[in-house]
């Protein structure tokens, strides 16, 4: 038996409709699962980062908080040096003068490691926005599979290789198997 040349034609698109099919769908999987490494890179880099930032603020407020408790000491040490020297003394202006003076520069010194430490805790915050900035510019969108999709396309390119080869038919002036039916249906009703 001969197989008509459309139907061989057929079969053929068909297979390789299916062959198309199989390798979109693990394409779209590859893909996904790609997508998801991607995403899983970019957060376990933020997490990183964030760590990473968070110690060094903490070391930053160790090293603030360090400084003002050593400056407290000293300043402590060196008023207790002069009140000690002027022990059972009155203190005259220019003494309680200095005296102030020791409490201004403490103060003074006291207010820069606040401003310097806001300063820090400011860019620690900008630099917490810029990491999940970035691990958002690092993420990709998730698309799942789709093998309904790649399904449908499929069979799409096998009807259109039908409807190409019956439009060819038709150009040609061939029958096209439409009216083959037709003509087929028409003789059958005939009897004789």
Do not use: H, W
């Amino acid at each position: 038996m001969c197989v008509e040349p459309t139907t061989a034609l057929m079969i053929a698109s068909a297979g390789s409709s299916l062959i198309q099919f199989q390798q979109a769908k693990a394409q779209q999987k590859a893909q996904f699962v790609a997508q998801k490494r991607q995403n899983e890179l970019a957060r376990q880099n933020a997490i990183r980062r964030y760590a990473t930032e968070q110690l060094k603020i903490r070391q930053t407020l160790a090293k603030s908080s360090e400084k003002g408790f050593q400056a407290s000491i000293k300043a402590k040490r060196t008023r207790a040096k002069f009140i000690a020297g002027s022990e059972g003394l009155a203190l005259s202006g220019s003494q309680e003068r200095l005296l102030g003076d020791y409490y201004r520069v403490q103060g003074n010194y006291n207010s820069a490691l606040q401003r310097n430490m806001a300063v820090n805790i400011a860019q620690f915050e900008r630099n917490l926005e810029a990491i999940q900035f970035g691990q958002q510019a690092q993420s990709t969108y998730e698309q799942p599979p789709n093998p309904a999709l790649a399904f449908a396309s499929a069979s799409l390119n096998v009807a259109n290789t039908y409807y190409g080869l019956e439009f060819q038919k038709q150009q040609a002036g061939l029958m096209t198997n439409a009216e083959k039916r037709r003509q087929k249906n028409s003789v059958s009703g005939i009897n004789v």
